[in-house]
């Protein structure tokens, strides 16, 4: 059961956040490791920038399947792209998305670009070595998600393993983990 916590809300609050990690990335770090398997910085700003047009494009009612072109994305462009987003999930006239054959509602849709925003937000915070925490107020409200929508079939290919942690831990572990990020990965660099 997901939290009563307002989806756009919580969208607001996982791309504050992330602004703030995306602010320590400078060009000379573009091909730094990140905990994303196989992708540098930069493969990783292509990617949040083609999950930012894709949650976008949700709040028309449809998400367009076919992958975005590569293409080197600058912090600027992200921000902008995050400020779209928000922007049209204001006031959204859609309840539910399409996508392929799957019909999406608006408030789980919300909730997921909000996990993927914050996590991968935190991903850039490793990579350029800042590691700025998830606020444990938006990772106890994303913990609920994280549960729902990640399950075996997504791994090992979106995420590892969950990594095992007593449930006494910071709600940002507990949720970094469960996707199957490690705590101390900076330090594995």
Same mark, same amino acid.
Not at 12 to 37: F, H, K, N, Q
Not at 42 to 68: C, K, N, Q, Y
Not at 125 to 134: K, L, R
Not at 151 to 175: H, M, Q, Y
């Given at each position: 059961?997901?939290?009563?916590?307002?989806?756009?809300?919580?969208?607001?609050?996982?791309?504050?956040?992330? $602004?703030?990690?995306?602010?320590?990335?400078?060009?000379?770090?573009?091909?730094?490791?990140?905990?994303?398997?196989?992708?540098?910085?930069?493969?990783?700003?292509?990617?949040?920038?083609?999950?930012?047009?894709?949650? /976008?494009?949700?709040?028309?009612?449809?998400?367009?399947?076919?992958?975005? #072109?590569?293409?080197?994305?600058?912090?600027?462009?992200? $921000?902008?792209?995050?400020?779209?987003?928000?922007?049209?999930?204001?006031?959204?006239?859609?309840?539910?998305?399409?996508?392929?054959?799957?019909?999406?509602?608006?408030?789980?849709?919300?909730?997921?670009?909000?996990?993927?925003?914050?996590?991968?937000?935190?991903?850039?915070?490793?990579?350029?070595?800042?590691? /700025?925490?998830? #606020?444990?107020?938006?990772?106890?409200?994303?913990? #609920?998600?994280? &549960?729902?929508?990640?399950?075996?079939?997504?791994?090992?290919?979106?995420?590892?393993? #969950?990594? /095992?942690? /007593?449930?006494?831990?910071?709600?940002?572990? &507990?949720?970094?983990?469960?996707?199957? $990020?490690?705590?101390?990965?900076?330090?594995?660099?």
């Amino acid at each position: 059961m997901l939290t009563a916590t307002d989806p756009v809300e919580l969208l607001e609050r996982a791309i504050g956040y992330t $602004r703030g990690t995306l602010g320590t990335v400078t060009d000379d770090l573009m091909s730094r490791r990140t905990p994303c398997a196989d992708w540098d910085l930069a493969a990783l700003l292509a990617h949040m920038s083609d999950g930012l047009d894709a949650f /976008t494009e949700a709040s028309r009612g449809h998400i367009d399947i076919a992958p975005a #072109p590569p293409a080197d994305t600058t912090v600027g462009e992200l $921000r902008e792209k995050a400020c779209t987003l928000l922007g049209a999930w204001t006031s959204p006239a859609v309840i539910s998305a399409r996508l392929g054959a799957l019909v999406l509602d608006s408030g789980l849709l919300l909730r997921v670009g909000a996990l993927e925003i914050a996590v991968h937000g935190w991903d850039v915070g490793q990579a350029t070595g800042v590691g /700025t925490p998830i #606020p444990a107020g938006l990772a106890r409200n994303l913990l #609920p998600v994280a &549960r729902q929508v990640v399950t075996d079939d997504d791994r090992p290919g979106r995420f590892g393993a #969950p990594i /095992t942690i /007593t449930e006494d831990v910071e709600p940002a572990l &507990r949720l970094l983990s469960r996707l199957g $990020r490690a705590g101390a990965w900076a330090h594995q660099r």
